[in-house]
Structure formats: C-alpha cells, structure tokens
C-alpha cells in the first residue's frame, strides 16, 4: 500500500515537474503577462507628452514594478537554488502567527481561526522562501473570498513530520483546473499571473515536501503542506547577558548603549540586515535611526508620538512599495533587542531578584509596541487603497476624454468596447460636465468603437436625453455599419435624440459652418 502511495505521489511530482519544464508555455507566459504592465507604461508616457502630470508617471513606475515582479518571481521560481540563502532551523508556527499580521487591514471581513499544535517542531530550511510561500496561501485565501468568510490555519507535528494545513471557505477551484495548479501562468483569477502558486510548489519541492490541495466550487479550497522535521537538536534562544554601561535612568541607559544596540539589533534581524541599504536608497529611510527613535518613544511611554510616527512610517512604505515582511521581521528584532536590554537593566538595578519590575516594563512596552504596529498597518492599507481609487478614478477619467474645442463645443472620442460599466461612467461624466463647463455642444465619435449591445445603446440614448434636457446638443459621428444593423434588428434609433454625421471630420466642418454663419 506504502508502494503504492509512494508511486502515486512520484507520479504527481513528475507531472507537476513536466509543466515546469514546459518552455514553450513559459516563453508564452512571460510575453502575455510582461506586454500588458509595459503596454500600459507606454500609453502613459505618451500622455506625458500631452500633459505635464505627476499622477501618470506614479502609474507608469507602479506597472513597470508590477512587469519587473513578474520577471523576478519567474527567476525565483526558474533558478530558486541561485539565492544563497542558509538553510536554518525554522519553527513554521513562529512564521505563521507573524504573517497573518501582515493582513490585519482583512480582519473586519475574514476572521481567522488558528490551531497552532507542537511548537518547537523544527524543520531545517530556507527561512525566506518558505516564508514566500505561505505569504502566498494567505493571501490566495484572503483572495478567495469575495466577501466575508473565514480562513482556518493548522499545525501539527508527528515524530517524523511536521504539517500544515490553510483552508478557506471562498469561491474554490473547479476540479478539472486542480492538476495544473503550480503551473507557470497558469491561473483562476481575473488579474493573477500564476507565478505565486509555481513557487509555492517549486519551494516546497526543495524542501522535500509535499503539497496537497482539495477544493469545490463555493465550499472552499484546503492546502496540506508536509516536511520531514529536522532531526538534530535545537537548543532555544535564551536572554542575552550583555556588558553594558550603567545608567541611573532607563531612557539614558539605551542612549549610552545604542552602539551596542545596533550591533545585537542587526545580528537578530537576519533578512532585513542586507536590505539596509537598499531600503535607504529606495524611501530615504534609516533602518537604524528609526528604530532608535521608536525605542525611546517606547521607553519614555510617548503613545502620541509613537502612533504619529508609526502612520508617516506606514504612508513612507506604502508609497515606495517596500515589503511589509521586511518591516515586521525588523520590528520584531527590536522588540527581542529591547526585551535583551531590560532584562540586562533590571539585572543591574534590580538586587533582590524579583521580576516584577521587569515583566511591568516588559508589558508596557509590548502594548505600545502592538499599537505602532496596529497603527502602521492601518496607515500602509489606508493610503494603498486611496492609491487604487486614485488610479480607477484616472481610468476611468481616461476611458471617458471629453476634449474641448472652444469654450461651448467638446469631442467625446470612444474607442474599444462599450460595456454597461463603461456606459454608466459616460453618463456620469458627460452630465456633470454638461453642468460644470456648460458645454453647448458634445460631438460624440463612435468610429473608433467595435461593437456595443442593446443595452448599451439604451443607456447612450438616456445620455442624450440629459443632454437635451441641460439644453444642450448631442451630435453622434462614425457610427459602424455593423452597430447600425444592430440598432435596426432591435428597433433602436438616435432619431429626434441627437443629430448624426458620417464623419468627425464632417461633424467639424458643418459645426465651424453654422458657427461662422451664426457669427
């Protein structure tokens, strides 16, 4: 039976293997996925020439980011053995208990229910990649559900394994597209490339573990990830005895020893050490001198200026696009660095070994630490989401461009498709422009559309009706033969509700026509 299971999980390994190695497949990926982010960086760069506006090259920097994303998780996932990353002992429930924070801007909608057994079961690994991975499970499963739900976390260790499970209750997976989950580009979401659930196969893969996934459309989907536990003995970290210099005063005693600080600060945050540098260059912002800053906040028990400064650190990474990972990772060595400097402090000043002391200073400290990072995430999801109503709102501002011509006549070009949601941004703008600007008249060019249905030739019409109705003048020009036909079929027709030219070209001239008659 063993046998058996064991050639079924080789075969399903080997498959899986198969759709990584499919070059043609992933050369088609890359082309589909990287074109779309640098198509649009070219349409914005064209607008820049037109008009001299901040908010087009933010958009043109953020899709150029998103194609560079694409290209980078395919490196990690085509050559994930480049990265040198140490393998390290990791106890995954640690890792899991700090990335559910990272989506604390979903908990009002998602609640999350952990059974987090066996701590201390360590498998050895590559701490960075495998925090990737189950970076990537959470938020496909934050994802997977539209509105509210929730989201089950899972671990348990055997003597031989450890296992982790994350189910959700969200849309699910139809069971003919669970085989080519992991394949690069492939995907079931609208806006997803594929490549976040390649490297979650790819990484567990190399850990020699496996992966199984179980799923039904609207009942949810279930990852069961499995690895081998690590079998040398791991002694735990224990608070540091330190030779510091001694203060009366506690606020004093981290200001003399900051050096000191500093130094046991970067050996405890390992993967944030490297991108010091990098972070500083990118959003002008010192690792080092921050966290100085925010411990003597802390220390001096100033909530208000720690929570104002945790909302300009949240906006700083949320505008440079920093990784929250990095941030959390670094805030957590601060406070392990900070726990190691009170013990050191309580032990100079403290000669009758009692703790009590400590643990109401370690206590106080700890709230105050939570509500800088309560405080920083709140602001990191606040300013991402005013950048996405930003961005829709130019998008839609673009697909609607009512351009003027003199002060009482304006072109309404359309090009592309026409759906419903398109059509009611159209009557939106076109009648609150009518009003704002009292356009007189709006030439409306159809040449440069394709197609539109019924319905959105319905909702047009009501356009032009609020155009008559503020008293102004709708003229439709280039009208397709083939919507015509359309409008014929269904008994549809623009007569008595807007004047029609073959041409724009015509429209402007016979307009320029009456207007020098009338002058």
């Not at 406070?335 to 032990?347: A, I, K, S």
């Amino acid at each position: 039976m063993q046998e058996k299971e064991g050639s079924a999980d080789k075969k399903r390994n080997d498959s899986h293997l198969s759709h990584l190695a499919s070059v043609g497949q992933i050369a088609a990926g890359i082309a589909h996925e990287v074109k779309n982010p640098l198509t649009a960086v070219k349409g914005f760069l064209q607008l820049l020439k037109e008009r001299n506006e901040s908010k087009y090259i933010e958009i043109a920097e953020s899709e150029l980011e998103n194609a560079i994303d694409i290209l980078q998780n395919l490196l990690h996932v085509s050559k994930p053995d480049l990265e040198d990353e140490p393998y390290v002992s990791v106890d995954l429930i640690v890792e899991l208990e700090s990335l559910t924070q990272l989506f604390q801007d979903q908990f009002y909608r998602v609640s999350i229910h952990k059974n987090l057994q066996n701590p201390g079961s360590y498998i050895l690994g590559k701490k960075n990649q495998l925090k990737k991975v189950f970076f990537n499970l959470l938020k496909n499963a934050f994802e997977a559900i539209p509105d509210k739900g929730s989201i089950y976390i899972e671990h348990l260790s055997t003597e031989d394994e450890v296992m982790i499970r994350i189910q959700d209750n969200g849309v699910g997976i139809p069971q003919e597209k669970l085989g080519m989950l992991g394949t690069p580009f492939f995907t079931t979401k609208a806006n997803g490339t594929g490549m976040g659930l390649t490297l979650v196969f790819s990484v567990i893969y190399q850990h020699n573990g496996t992966i199984e996934v179980e799923s039904a459309e609207n009942a949810g989907t279930k990852f069961t990830i499995t690895f081998p536990k690590e079998t040398k003995n791991i002694k735990l970290k224990e608070v540091v005895y330190l030779e510091l210099e001694r203060t009366m005063n506690l606020k004093d005693f981290f200001v003399v020893n900051r050096k000191a600080f500093e130094q046991r600060l970067l050996l405890e945050a390992v993967n944030v050490r490297d991108k010091i540098d990098e972070i500083l260059a990118i959003g002008n912002i010192n690792l080092i001198d921050n966290a100085h800053k925010l411990v003597l906040f802390v220390i001096d028990g100033k909530e208000y200026e720690a929570i104002a400064f945790a909302k300009q650190e949240g906006v700083t990474w949320a505008k440079h696009s920093l990784t929250l990972a990095f941030k959390l990772e670094w805030i957590q060595a601060v406070r392990r660095v900070m726990w190691d400097f009170l013990y050191n402090y309580d032990r100079m000043h403290n000669q009758n070994d009692s703790k009590e002391h400590y643990f109401n200073l370690e206590k106080n400290i700890n709230q105050l630490m939570d509500q800088f990072l309560n405080q920083f995430f709140i602001s990191y999801s606040q300013f991402k989401d005013d950048l996405i109503r930003a961005q829709r709102a130019m998008v839609e501002d673009l697909s609607v461009p009512i351009i003027p011509l003199t002060q009482a006549t304006s072109i309404l070009p359309l090009i592309g498709t026409i759906d419903e949601f398109r059509a009611n941004t159209i009557e939106d703008k076109v009648i609150s422009q009518i009003g704002n600007e009292r356009i007189e008249t709006l030439i409306i060019d159809l040449s440069g559309v394709m197609e539109m249905d019924a319905d959105v030739v319905r909702k047009l019409i009501n356009v032009f009706d609020g155009i008559n109705m503020m008293g102004g003048k709708p003229i439709v020009t280039g009208l397709r033969p083939e919507i015509v036909k359309m409008m014929i079929r269904s008994g549809l027709s623009f007569e008595q509700k807007a004047v029609t030219k073959g041409t724009l070209q015509q429209a402007l001239v016979d307009h320029l026509t009456d207007a020098i008659k009338l002058g």
